[in-house]
């Protein structure tokens, strides 16, 4: 991290190959909050920090809300133990649904590749028959 006062939009942009949209958007979903300098935006530390951490919640496939809810919840003071407890929570719920979607991606694999063996099975007899009616 660099001692930096503020970035501009370009380097934030460049930095993390986001658009200016996407930049734009989580400013008006209210997850970083530049400074003006007339029509320029001056993005802080914090706004460079809470924008790594919205591209990381995505990687991992977050919803913005809960990206939100992790990201704010270092902003109150309930206590670094219990943030922790959150973010195990939502990780924890992260990883069941991820486990759930493996399941069932390896459930509709077998099923293809029981009806691709059936298929195979019956256009096999299709063409012995072919072969033995002579048509």
Do not use: C, W
Request: glycine residues 4%; hydrophobic residues 35%; positive net charge.
């Amino acid at each position: 991290m660099t001692d930096r006062s503020y970035f501009t939009i370009t380097e934030l942009t460049a930095e993390f190959g986001i658009t200016t949209r996407t930049l734009r958007f989580y400013e008006d979903e209210k997850l970083i909050n530049p400074r003006r300098h007339g029509r320029k935006r001056l993005y802080t530390p914090r706004d460079r920090t809470r924008v790594k951490l919205i591209l990381r919640g995505k990687r991992l496939g977050f919803s913005l809300a809960e990206i939100r809810e992790i990201i704010e919840m270092y902003d109150h003071a309930p206590g670094e133990n219990r943030q922790l407890q959150i973010l195990m929570q939502r990780i924890n719920e992260r990883k069941a649904e991820l486990e759930q979607k493996r399941r069932d991606i390896e459930e509709t694999l077998k099923e293809l590749a029981d009806v691709e063996s059936v298929a195979l099975i019956r256009i096999s007899e299709l063409e012995k028959l072919k072969k033995d009616t002579g048509s």
